[in-house]
């Protein structure tokens, strides 16, 4: 089975839940954003990982918009699921942008990738662990592979969502990029069932298909809480 969850920034605490620990053999759970755990390469970073890896469920995550790209880039790119993802460990990847996965019986499409409103261009670009927003070619490669799926996925994984909705979500932000626009593409253009997102840290469902996802785990087919 497909699980969703939000932000986990790095806290151990949120795969020792009683949800998390429902898991089995082979499901998937699946974090929308800010991952954390390949951040500083600390002892207790690497201890984490290592007891991550031990987990007999599959952990994916998509870019969120405070990641150590720099750490990131340096874990192999392999086929994953009919897509392409870094692998960190033997059971962790990272969702690569644009690409979409067959995971039990269903296809979801990945485009990870945020903005921090509270940094300006010099914080970003001293700073490698601030996420890079997605380069012309990113979005290209996606439009390809969406295209090759006949505009139709069923589940959409984010952390970020398209200007629409973000303006609906958070009016007072004047904070509107690439990366909105293209999401907002998608929204426009792709079928999909359900469009899971992290970015606003909040626990929401936005009818008919969106649902903000943070603190809890949910079923990806139904969208209900564990």
Known sequence: MIYITGDTHG????????????????????????????????GEELNNLKWLSKRKYKILFVEGAHENFEML???PKVDFMGGRARQVAENIYQLM??????????????????????????????????????EEAECA?????????GQKVDYIVTY??????????????????NLHAYLNEVANSCSFEKWYFGCFHMDKRIPPKYYGVYKNLYDA???KEI
């Open 11 to 42: 806290d151990i605490s949120k795969f020792k839940s009683p949800a998390m620990r429902k898991l089995k053999k082979d499901d998937c759970v699946i974090v929308c954003g800010d991952f954390g755990f390949v951040w500083d390469g600390s």
């Open 73 to 75: 880039n340096k874990y």
């Open 97 to 134: 942008r644009g690409e979409i996965f067959e995971i039990d019986g269903k296809k979801v499409f990945a485009f990870g990738g945020g903005d921090d409103e509270e940094l300006d261009l010099m914080d970003i670009r001293e700073c490698p662990e601030f996420t890079r927003l997605p």
């Open 141 to 149: 490669h996606s439009r390809e592979n969406l295209e090759k799926a």
């Open 160 to 177: 970020d969502v398209g200007f629409k909705l973000r303006s609906m979500l958070k009016m007072e932000s004047n904070c509107f990029n």
């Open 221 to 223: 087919e139904t969208g």
